[in-house]
């Protein structure tokens, strides 16, 4: 799975931005699924503003976060 919203780039209303700490390490993938669960409007630029590097030692996979998205993906099903 890929995330198509760089966290670092995304700008966000604060009433909308909280985090729930069950999902430590995937915390914005679950707040994307719960914004679009409300019919939030996401919108992306054409212009190219950040570059990110996906590889093995990030964060997201060296913790292992990667192997915990299937269980959110699960826990947003409708």
């Known amino acids: 799975m890929v ?5 670092s780039s995304a700008i966000i209303r ?6 729930n700490p ?7 993938y ?3 699924l719960r914004l679009k669960g409300k019919s939030k409007t996401f919108y992306n630029l054409k212009e190219l503003l950040v570059k990110h ?4 030692e ?3 996979n060296s913790k292992g976060n990667n192997n915990k998205v299937q269980a959110l993906l699960n ?3 409708t």
């Open 75 to 77: 826990s947003h099903k």
């Open 22 to 28: 069950i999902w430590e390490g995937v915390e914005d």
């Open 30 to 32: 679950d707040l994307w």
């Open 14 to 19: 604060k009433e909308l931005c909280y985090w």
């Open 53 to 56: 590097r996906i590889h093995n």
């Open 58 to 60: 990030s964060a997201f």
């Open 3 to 7: 995330n198509p919203i760089i966290i």
